[in-house]
């Protein structure tokens, strides 16, 4: 199968290229190395054809009309919640016109389908444990808002124009690749603290929980979506909640090291407890997650130990 994805030099999504690729599909990349996001050109598979291009602008609408793939995957966005709220007029340029400018080409050019990452943010504060694809959705920030707004894109495009969708909400996902120098990530930017024995800082009171789902789990996902789900929205997570606190003591533990915590408060916005229900991609996708935490945390502790020297990562 030909396919577009978006995004693919950054954290997720180059997973999900490199799987594509291993089963044997050819894949196009569309991504402008954004300099706040977490593209890296080191990410890139080397096998696919790679168009650095932003999702605004004519050229990149030019590469899916004359590539004409089967499939386009949407991940490219800008995705801090922190830049959503400073800059909410940019927020919205590339997470709904670029995307509309990519939907359009789609069209045009006979596509299929669209995948496209959603995110738990456009829950806000669940009202009910677990969230589920029913729960209602009240965004509580720019970046929450342009993602809730495209799901209504893509069933508009589906019920007017006939292009199919799958829209997958994810929770927080983490692991090799994921950007240490953001403001989300809160594995990758522990996992490296740790190892190079600097402090983390702990927000709240460290008892909020999240649900934390391994990339490799969202990359077979996103594999499955390319003969199934059409049409349907799914939630992905591991289905458990996770506290910060704990989080600390698992990557002390797998890296072999224990560093200072320094408290600070609570972020503005931040929620004390979200995890998802994710019956329905199980059902309908036959999709379940395969990699548990604690194999996850290790993976992502092999990933960036090597950048630390050996005697800093694991005395203490
Ligand atoms: N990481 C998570 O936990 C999480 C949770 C929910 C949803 N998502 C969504 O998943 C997708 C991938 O997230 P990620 O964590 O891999 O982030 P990432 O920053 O690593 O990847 C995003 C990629 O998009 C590219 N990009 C940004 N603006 C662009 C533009 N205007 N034109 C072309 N490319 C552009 C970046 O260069 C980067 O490579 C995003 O849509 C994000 O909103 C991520």
């Not at 090799?176 to 989300?184: F, K, L, S």
């Given at each position: 199968m030909k396919i577009v994805v978006t995004g693919g030099a950054g954290f997720i999504a180059s997973h999900i290229v490199d799987l594509y690729l291993a089963q044997g599909h050819e894949v196009i990349v569309i991504d402008?190395?954004?300099?706040?996001?977490?593209?890296?050109?080191?990410?890139?598979?080397?096998a696919a054809r790679f168009y650095e291009l932003d999702i605004r602008s004519p050229e990149a609408a030019k590469i899916i009309l004359s590539e004409k793939p089967e499939v386009v995957n949407l991940h490219a966005a800008q995705h801090s919640v922190k830049i959503s709220t400073d800059l909410p007029g940019l927020d919205a340029e590339v997470n709904v016109v670029g995307m509309l400018n990519l939907l359009e080409a789609s069209l045009q050019a006979g596509t299929r389908k669209v995948i496209f990452a959603s995110s738990?943010?456009?829950?806000?504060?669940?009202?009910?444990?677990?969230?589920?694809?029913?729960t209602p959705q009240h965004p509580v920030s720019p970046y929450g808002i342009t993602k809730m707004v495209m799901e209504h894109y893509l069933r508009y495009y589906q019920l007017e124009k006939g292009l199919d969708y799958t829209i997958f909400r994810y929770g927080n996902i983490y692991g090799?690749?994921?950007?240490?120098?953001?403001?989300?990530g809160v594995i990758s930017i522990f996992a490296r603290r740790i190892l190079n024995g600097e402090p983390v800082r702990i927000d709240w009171d460290g008892q909020q929980e999240k649900d934390y789902l391994y990339v490799g789990d969202v990359a077979e996902a996103n594999l499955k979506a390319l003969t199934g789900g059409d049409n349907e929205i799914f939630c992905l997570g591991s289905g458990l909640g996770t506290s910060v606190n704990e989080l600390y003591r698992r990557l002390s533990r797998i890296a072999g090291n224990q560093v200072p915590v320094v408290r600070g408060p609570k972020r503005p916005g931040d929620i004390y407890q979200a995890y998802f229900d994710c019956t329905r991609a199980h059902q309908l996708l036959e999709w379940q997650p395969r990699v548990d935490l604690d194999e996850g945390l290790r993976r992502t502790v092999a990933f960036f130990?090597?950048?630390?020297?050996a005697q800093a990562a694991f005395t203490g």
């Open positions: 402008n190395l954004w300099e706040k996001g977490g593209g890296k050109r080191q990410n890139l598979n080397p738990g943010a456009t829950y806000g504060p669940p009202q009910h444990l677990p969230v589920t694809e029913l090799p690749r994921q950007d240490p120098n953001g403001e989300a130990a090597p950048e630390v020297p």
